[in-house]
């Protein structure tokens, strides 16, 4: 059974850090693109921050270039987001998602793969 299990989320002060993880078992995801995605109460899940599989190229969203940072580890299957001076604005449910595949995907309806989420709370 696949499964993708976040961890890290919490609150903290604007302009503090937090790590996340989402780690993926039922099988190897070395082959697959590993996103984040996060959604804010009240609107619609939005794309964060992407790995391809193969020589761990990124893409980030304009909102977070700069102050996040996506990673990822195949021998332990599993991704990370550094989130860094973090905002208000950056508060809301964050989940990792993956697909088969190395190219760039950054609509939520590519992925089949998801995590239940993990909240994330900067407070201002």
């Known amino acids: 059974q696949v499964q993708l299990v976040e961890s890290g989320g919490g609150l903290v002060q604007a302009g503090g850090s937090l790590g996340l993880s989402c780690v993926a078992s039922?099988?190897?995801?070395?082959?697959?693109?590993m996103a984040w995605f996060r959604q804010a109460p009240g609107k619609e899940r939005e794309f964060v921050a992407v790995?391809?599989?193969?020589?761990?190229?990124?893409y980030y969203a304009d909102s977070v270039k700069g102050r996040f940072t996506i990673s990822r580890d195949n021998a332990k299957n599993t991704v990370y987001l550094q989130m860094n001076s973090l905002k208000p604005e950056d508060t809301a449910v964050y989940y990792c998602?993956?697909?088969?595949?190395?190219?760039?995907?950054?609509?939520?309806?590519?992925?089949?793969?998801w995590g239940q989420g993990t909240q994330v709370t900067a407070s201002s």
């Open positions: 039922g099988r190897s995801f070395s082959s697959d693109v």
């Open positions: 998602a993956a697909r088969r595949g190395n190219v760039i995907m950054v609509n939520q309806y590519q992925y089949n793969y």
């Open positions: 790995i391809l599989s193969a020589g761990g190229n990124t």
